[in-house]
Each structure stands twice: as C-alpha cells, then as structure tokens.
C-alpha cells in the first residue's frame, strides 16, 4: 500500500521537511529500509522510480523480493547551495563544490546536524512499531548516500546494514586523522565518537558498530562524483572497523545499474544483513491465475541500428512508429517512452504493407505515464533539446520539465539519420535536417522526407513540434502521393 505525499515546494530556508513517501509492505511489516533522495530530487521522485525500475535480473522488483519491508523515502528540506550560486535546492547539507569534497566543510554542518535528527526519529519510529535494529537498513543516493553514511557511522548497532549508490564520505579525512591509521577494535567507536561530536549528539557509542555491514556502489564513468570518491570511502569505512562491500560497476554513470547492482544489493542484504529475500512475488498465491500474464516475443532481425534502410523503408518504418506513438500519447495520461533510439526499435519480419519490414518500440524501462516529465533520462545524441538540456552540466538548471513532444523529436531524429546514412552529434538538428534537404545532390524522395521531419518533428521549440497524430496523418497524405517514391 502507498502513502503518496506531495513534495514541499516552499523554497524557505526554515521550511520543515515534508512528510516521507513511504511504501507499505505487501506482507507483514517485519523489516524496513530508510532510503535518502540524491541533490535536488525529492523522496516521492526517488522512491518511485527506484521501486518502479529497480529489477533483478529474474525482472522482479525490491518489494516483490522483500515483501515484509516498509519503504520509506524522505524529502530533504530546501536549502541554499554553494556550489550552485546560492540558489535553494532540496539537499540534506550544502555542498560547496561538486570537485573537491573538503572544499568549505563549514558550510556542511548545519545540514548535516538537522537531517541526522530527521533521519534518527524516522529510525526510532521503526523501533517503537517493533522492529528490531537488525532489520532497518538506511541509505541512499548521492547527496543522501553521503548523508546516510555519516548517519551509518553514529548510528552504529541501531540499524542493520547500509546501502550507498554514487556517494562518498563527508569529512573522511577529518574522522581517519581522529582514528589513525592502524586498524584496531576501537576504530569503530572512536570513528563514531567523533561523528557525534560533529553532529553535536551526546551519547555514548555502542559496543556493536562494528557488526554493521556497508554496501557501496558506484558507477566508473560517475561524472558527477568520481568512482574514486567512492573507493576511497569504502576504504575508510574498512579502516573503521566495519564489515564493507564495494562494487565499481563499468559503464555506469552518476546513478544504479539495472539490474547488475540491484542483484548486488539483494545479496548483500540477504547475505550480510542475514534478511530472507522471497524468491516468489508478493501477490498471494491463490490471486496469482487471475492476474493477466506477459509474454515476450522473438524478432528475429534484431534492433535497427544493425540496419540500413531505403527512402521507402524509411517513410514506412515512420509511418508505423507514429501510429504506435499516437497510441501511447492517446492515454490518459499519456505514456512517454523516454529512449527511442535506434537500439530501441525492432526490426521483424516483412509486412503486407510493402515496406518489407515491420518496425516495433522495444526497452519502455525508462518509460512513464505522465502528462509532464522533469527526470532527465535517455540517450544523449538522440534525446530532444528540453531533455538534453538537463544532460548538459555546463548548465545551471537543476530540474527539465518536458512532454511526450519528447518522442516525436526523437523518432524524427532516428528516421533522418537513416535517411542520411549517418549519425549526426550536434545540436542544431532541425537545421541539419533542412540544410540536408536541400541539398540537390541528394535524390528527391529523400529530400522530401527530410524535409517533412525537419518541419513537423524537430523543432528546438516543443510547441512548434506537431503531435504524434497529426505527423501520422500528414504523412500518410504524402506517402499516397508518392513523395517519398524514388523516381
């Protein structure tokens, strides 16, 4: 069951942070994982798309493997940014600069003191509900993986394990000074002594922080902080005396991998945490027949990236990819795909339409059904310019908002990179595409495809782009009258 909040837009400094998205367990409650949003998201963004995407490799969720497991996900309060100018964003301590992790380690404090407390009384609450510090596990990604690793180490034996994806470790230079370099029994405590006095909470630490097991993760190609980071915080949390796993994942950006890293983290909670996964689904065993069932089906040409297609084929595999997305934009509320790039859209076997092909949208994992979007997703070079916006770190916006425009300019862009025979990595696609339709050298069908993507589906502007709907009935106007026909 959910308990859907709304994230506080208040952007005031003193603001109190909104209540915590929280996902009931579909079984008994007996175990509960406290996990902490990255910088500039919120609890609700965050736990909804780690539970929605967060697939083992058998394609079951964490609430299905954990099916007794409360899900709590808080909001951080806003707070102003030094590293990003001063403007307010939702983080759990300022950071003042995303390349030098000490760089003013002042301004950490205040954030880092009120969010301990918040992340505390929400441990606490899983205590007074009967849950045992064995089965609460926090952690988080990011800004929150930093921020639940220092609330790890003051924590100690109140909680059961930690989980940190893409983070590192506030003041680790400060705490190794404090413990040594010598790994001893008491580097645990002494570690934990001194993350109390930073957060300035005054009790003494248990004798059991030892026997709490760490779980780091962290992608190699992380722009956003470097792999490095967190290697050498899982280093640090060995030399404290804590009981650490860490896995660099290939690859991957500042974010998880699915599903590699959500096996990892199923079996590392399974294992070191000593909690039981379910190796069935959490839907009741006699519901089960009634559900309807899914099947996958075998194309046997593979994706279209592993094809070159004709003028023809091209207007064709158009024509059939805007019907599918006047289907999914039709929706209430509309399902966006997200990642239509060539990789994503199958190639079957010949049709009776005389294109010779039939073309199919394949991967909706990043897909979503929503009117308007913020989460910044997809692959780069193909990606509409509101999105690719967002994927630009040069930029100082921190949020995207954007529609199922989205898909009609990527669609577009994939069909005229066929229809040009290359791939093209700029930015300026619309005028690529129009400057390319001009070009006399080039036979006429194709330049008049390129001419109606150009002019119906890559516009820089998303209200300047037509719907997926009236792309479809203009282009099947076209292709009636033979625009797209070789001579």
């Known amino acids: 069951m959910e308990q859907t909040t709304t994230p506080d837009r208040r952007r005031r400094a003193d603001a109190p942070a909104p209540p915590p998205y929280i996902v009931e367990p579909i079984a008994s409650h007996t175990h509960t994982f406290i996990l902490l ?104 990604l990011s800004n929150g993986c930093a921020m639940s690793l220092i609330c790890a180490i003051a924590l100690g034996g109140s909680i059961g394990g930690f989980l940190g994806l893409s983070g590192y470790l506030p003041f680790q230079e400060e705490i190794e000074a404090r413990v040594g370099n010598e790994q001893t029994d008491s580097n645990a405590a002494s570690a934990c002594a001194y993350v109390r006095e930073l957060l300035e909470w005054d009790t003494i630490p248990d004798d059991d922080t030892t026997l709490v097991p760490v779980f780091l993760g962290h992608g190699t190609e992380d722009d956003k902080l470097n792999v490095s980071w967190g290697e050498e915080a899982s280093q640090a949390m060995k030399r404290f005396g804590f009981d650490v796993e860490w896995r660099p994942y290939e690859g991957l950006g500042h974010w998880y991998k699915i599903p590699d890293e959500i096996d990892d983290v199923v079996r590392f909670v399974e294992d070191k945490c000593g909690w039981k996964a379910s190796d069935q689904a959490g839907t009741p065993k006699e519901k089960v027949e009634e559900l309807p069932r899914l099947l996958f089906e075998y194309v046997a040409g593979g994706s279209l990236d592993k094809h070159q297609l004709d003028v023809v084929e091209c207007a064709c595999a158009l024509a059939q990819l805007l019907s599918a997305l006047e289907y999914l934009h039709s929706l209430e509320p509309p399902i966006v795909h997200r990642d239509i790039k060539p990789a994503n859209i199958l190639v079957s076997e010949p049709s009776d339409d005389g294109c010779g092909y039939i073309f199919k949208f394949a991967d909706f994992g990043l897909a979503k059904a929503a009117k308007e979007l913020s989460t910044v997703v997809g692959n780069y070079s193909f990606a509409a310019p509101e999105i690719r916006y967002g994927f630009d770190r040069n930029k100082e916006k921190l949020e995207v908002r954007y529609t199922a425009a989205v898909d009609v300019f990527s669609l577009g862009f994939v069909i005229a990179t066929q229809v040009v025979g290359l791939r093209y990595y700029g930015n300026k696609h619309q005028e690529w595409a129009l400057a390319v339709a001009e070009d006399a050298t080039r036979p006429m069908a194709c330049r008049n495809l390129l001419q109606f993507i150009g002019d119906n589906m890559l516009a820089d502007d998303a209200s300047g782009r037509r719907t997926a709907k009236d792309c479809l009935a203009l282009l099947n106007d076209q292709m009636s009258n033979g625009s797209f026909t070789p001579a």
């Open 37 to 140: 949003h990255g910088m500039g998201s919120n609890g609700d963004k965050f736990g909804r798309e780690l539970l929605d995407t967060g697939r083992t490799s058998d394609g079951r969720l964490l609430g299905e493997r954990f099916p007794g497991a409360r899900f709590v996900f808080p909001t951080s309060r806003w707070r102003r940014s030094t590293a990003f100018r001063r403007v307010m964003i939702t983080q759990w301590f300022d950071v003042a600069s995303m390349q030098d992790r000490s760089l003013r380690n002042d301004k950490k404090l205040p954030g880092l003191g009120e969010s301990f407390r918040e992340v505390l009384a929400l441990v606490e609450a899983e205590h007074n509900a009967g849950i045992p510090s064995s089965n609460i596990i926090i952690g988080g």
